[in-house]
């Protein structure tokens, strides 16, 4: 059984920084592309970051130059370091995996079968 488990969260202020982990179990780490993603309230899932199995990463544009992701294959656990936050990055972050079979590549929300249950960022002014 697939299972992701994100923590880290919380609420900063601006300029701040954190580190979500997401923790996976019940399968092949090293084999599955993963990803962050967010939702904001009233707004649709967007990616944030992803790393393949390869180990290149992609971000999206408003997170570049912030945001870094990390796997640790022996700990099984993705990572994303968020620092210089903003208010506009508070929302629902979510990691994902799928099999590397079934995607190359992965991007988008519906490439991804796997979920956390995610963690909540909150970024004041």
């Known amino acids: 059984q697939r299972q992701l488990l994100e923590s880290g969260g919380g609420s900063v202020q601006a300029g701040g920084s954190l580190r979500l982990s997401c923790a996976a179990s019940?399968?092949?780490?090293?084999?599955?592309?993963m990803g962050w993603f967010r939702q904001a309230p009233g707004k649709e899932r967007e990616g944030v970051a992803f790393?393949?199995?390869?180990?290149?990463?992609t971000y999206a544009d408003s997170v570049k130059g912030r945001f870094t992701i990390s796997k640790d294959g022996a700990k099984k656990t993705l990572y994303l370091q968020m620092n210089s936050l903003k208010p506009e990055d508070t929302a629902m972050y979510s990691c994902?995996?799928?099999?590397?079979?079934?995607?190359?590549?992965?991007?988008?929300?519906?490439?991804?079968?796997?979920w956390g249950q995610g963690t909540q960022v909150t970024v004041s002014s």
């Open positions: 994902a995996a799928v099999e590397s079979w079934r995607r190359f590549r992965p991007r988008r929300v519906t490439d991804f079968p796997y």
């Open positions: 019940g399968y092949t780490f090293s084999s599955y592309p």
């Open positions: 790393i393949d199995t390869d180990d290149s990463t």
